[in-house]
């Protein structure tokens, strides 16, 4: 079976684009979308389709092993398979946070931990597809294209330098300088990207991307492209496969561009379409309170929405006032009745160190996440007997700085922690040693 798709504008659901064309807005300038031919999609059962993804599932026919492009059919059904740039992205971990979740007061607490991945964040999961459709274009003949280029708070540009690479084309990555972290750096010069530290944030740091890749010579790799979207979807998706094809009662995911709030939405719209799932897990968008432009809009019931000046926070990779994805996260929100919750820089800190404490190893965007939780605890949104997903989006030791300035040396601006696990430094006495043990295990046992 031949499925189809292209795109259309996110807005409207009108007009068609095909994917070999070079295109990211539609001509009034809104977002597009990938649509698929869901009627044709439908002709195989609900029970048809779990069946055959479930059969792929980190198993090793090429692609289909990995997460994203076992759901081949729903991603790019038309890309031939030897023009897939695959990292084996997706089928990463969801961990029962049966400890903390205790502690908390949620025995169904699960963390799915997109961060356990090749370049270390949820970006691998778009970044296969938009790199394998250049690589396909570019193959093919169809596009002449020079390279692809981002803007990135760290992690987009880890994910496209090593995608590209693999793939034997040229990236170029726009930074801004000083405000990422020293592993998230070193990633795409690792990989041989060009790699541009600006005098910017990330907001500049897009609209000077945008403006690089008007010509068409490079092809923009932001999440404002939608095709990254196809790949992120699957994230909700998996986690319903994870589940055995049953959805949770809520998921907490953190929000900067807003591209992975719309991309959720997406994955879970389109298989409660196909029959697979029946409703749609109420989702809550979390911002850090230093970049929270969407929370501010929410706050006023959606009427208004202004961009801002993020300022700094630990979760860098989210610090972020003028979100791309915006139109299509907010009209995603409204229709499922979504909510939208912030963390200060110590609800953030705390909630990462407390989940650590338990055996996880957190990023501080899955500390806001974490965070935005507890609040829905306090508050009795989330009721104890409710299953509850956190999205962790990167991987912890990315992020060292923020934990060592935490447990180490300080100083984190704006946050006394309250969990912190300081090194103890002694010489080599065998009775010193003794000591601190013995200390350390009244203090934990009384
Ligand atoms: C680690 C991490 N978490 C969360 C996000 C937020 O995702 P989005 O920008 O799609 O809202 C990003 C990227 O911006 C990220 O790198």
Redesign the pocket.
Same mark, same amino acid.
């Given at each position: 079976m031949t499925y189809d798709a292209w795109f259309r504008d996110a807005e409207t659901g009108n007009g068609r684009w095909e994917l070999d064309e070079i295109v990211y807005r539609s001509p009034s300038g809104g977002l597009l979308e990938v649509a698929h031919d869901l009627p044709l999609l439908k002709a195989r059962s609900a029970a048809g389709w779990m069946k055959l993804w479930d059969s792929r599932y980190k198993r090793t026919q090429w692609p289909f092993g990995s997460g994203v492009w076992g759901k081949k059919e729903l991603v790019l059904p038309n890309i031939p398979d030897e023009h897939v740039v695959s990292l084996d992205e997706g089928g990463t971990n969801l961990f029962w946070a049966e400890r903390f979740g205790r502690e908390i007061g949620l025995p169904d607490l699960w963390v799915k931990q997109c961060?356990v991945s090749h370049t270390g +964040?949820?970006?691998d999961l778009g970044m296969t597809v938009l790199v394998s459709q250049v690589n396909h274009m570019v193959r093919s003949g169809k596009r002449k294209i020079l390279g692809v280029a981002c803007a990135s %708070? #760290?992690? %987009?540009s880890a994910a496209l330098a090593a995608y590209a690479a693999a793939a034997g084309l040229p990236a170029v990555v726009l930074l801004p300088r000083n405000k990422i972290s020293a592993a998230q750096l070193i990633q795409p010069i690792a990989n041989n990207a060009l790699t541009l530290a600006l005098d910017t944030d990330f907001d500049g740091c897009m609209r000077l991307v945008q403006q690089l890749t008007e010509d068409k010579k490079l092809y923009l790799a932001n +999440?404002m492209n939608s095709l990254r979207v196809e790949g992120?979807k699957t994230v909700g998706i998996e986690i319903a496969q994870q589940f055995d094809w049953e959805i949770p009662d809520w998921i907490f995911?953190? #929000? #900067?561009?807003? #591209?992975?709030?719309s $991309?959720l939405y997406k994955g879970f719209e389109e298989i409660r379409e196909l029959g697979i799932i029946s409703r749609i897990p109420r989702i809550v968008c979390c911002q850090a309170e230093a970049a929270n432009p969407l929370y501010r809009s929410y706050k006023t019931g959606w009427k208004e929405f202004h961009p801002i000046t993020a300022q700094a926070t630990q $979760?860098s $990779?989210?610090r972020?006032g003028d979100?791309v +994805?915006r139109p299509k996260a907010i009209k995603a929100l409204q229709c499922h009745d979504g909510r939208v919750e912030q963390a200060s820089e110590q609800e953030l800190a705390d909630a990462s160190a407390q989940a650590d404490r338990t055996g996880l190893f957190n990023?501080p965007?899955t500390g806001v996440a974490l965070a935005c939780l507890l609040k829905f605890i306090a508050r009795g949104e989330v009721k104890r007997s409710e299953r509850v997903v956190v999205v962790s %989006? $990167?991987h912890g030791l990315k992020f060292t700085e923020s934990k060592a300035a935490y447990h180490l040396n300080g100083p984190l601006p704006g946050v006394v922690p309250s969990y912190p696990n300081p090194m103890v430094e002694l010489s080599s006495d065998r009775q010193a040693v003794y000591d601190a043990v013995m200390r350390h295990m009244e203090r934990t046992f009384g």
């Open positions: 961060g +964040s949820f970006k %708070t #760290g992690d %987009t +999440s992120q995911i953190p #929000g #900067g561009n807003l #591209g992975n709030v $991309a $979760a $990779a989210i972020i979100p +994805s990023c965007h %989006t $990167a």
